[in-house]
């Protein structure tokens, strides 16, 4: 049950195209393919942006894509626009109906 | 439009209990499972429990093994957790969040704070 490993920030200019990553082990993302991400705004409740690692739920800016490679799933975010500042969580399955979430990244854009 | 909202949240010293409740709406709560993330000051998410549609399956976190019991009345659209033996380190910001038909949550309350300290 350790946490899934992302960058504790990132940032980029409008417009601009921003990866972030999140690794785990065999036993989550290299596992399954239930991989999710959160945009969460301070004192607001997460919101989910991306499940079963590239599905957009209705409502999200195509702008948001997600994919994942063995060990390590990504979030891109295109097309940088303001609002997109906050922290992204990424969670996975880990077995046995637990989740394992990530440690965070706070984006910035400048 | 689903809401969901926690309650009972607050200042307890260690050692003590508290029981955190999440009222549901805006969907047919007995269809789905339902979980507890945390959220330690400064720190990430952290999953904490999870309870399926029929109070059948319940899983935990190693931290809080026999210490959080998760439960939920679905005559009542409510969920629980119930937490005994507090420790600091259980101090975060607790939040109720749907499951989904995949291993996951879609949407989650704004929180409650739970502080312990002495």
């Known amino acids: 049950q350790s946490a899934l490993t992302q960058p504790p920030s990132a940032s980029g200019s409008p417009g601009q195209s921003l990866t972030i990553s999140c690794t785990g082990t065999?036993?989550?993302?290299?596992?399954?393919?239930?991989v999710s991400w959160y945009q969460h705004h301070p004192g607001k409740a997460p919101k989910l942006i991306i499940y079963e690692v590239s599905q957009r739920p209705s409502g999200v800016p195509d702008r948001f894509s997600g994919s994942k490679s063995y060990y390590t799933a990504y979030l891109t975010v295109s097309g940088l626009q303001a609002e997109d500042e906050g922290d992204y969580y990424c969670?996975?399955?880990?077995?046995?109906?637990?989740?394992?979430f990530g440690g965070g990244t706070k984006l910035t854009v400048l | 439009e689903v809401q969901l909202v926690e309650s009972g949240g607050g200042l307890v010293q260690p050692g003590e209990s508290l029981r955190l409740s999440c009222a549901a709406s805006g969907f047919t709560f007995s269809r789905y499972w339902m979980n507890w993330v945390r959220q330690a000051p400064g720190k990430g998410l952290e999953w904490v429990a999870n309870v399926d549609q029929y109070e059948s399956k319940k899983t935990y976190v190693d931290s809080v093994k026999g210490r959080f019991t998760i439960s939920r009345d679905n005559a009542k659209n409510s969920l629980y957790l119930q937490m005994n033996s507090l420790r600091v380190e259980d101090t975060a910001v607790y939040y109720c969040a749907r499951g989904t038909d995949w291993p996951g949550t879609d949407f989650w309350g704004q929180g409650i704070l739970v502080t312990v300290s002495s």
């Open positions: 969670s996975s399955y880990g077995g046995s109906s637990n989740l394992v």
């Open positions: 065999s036993s989550d993302i290299g596992g399954y393919n239930h």
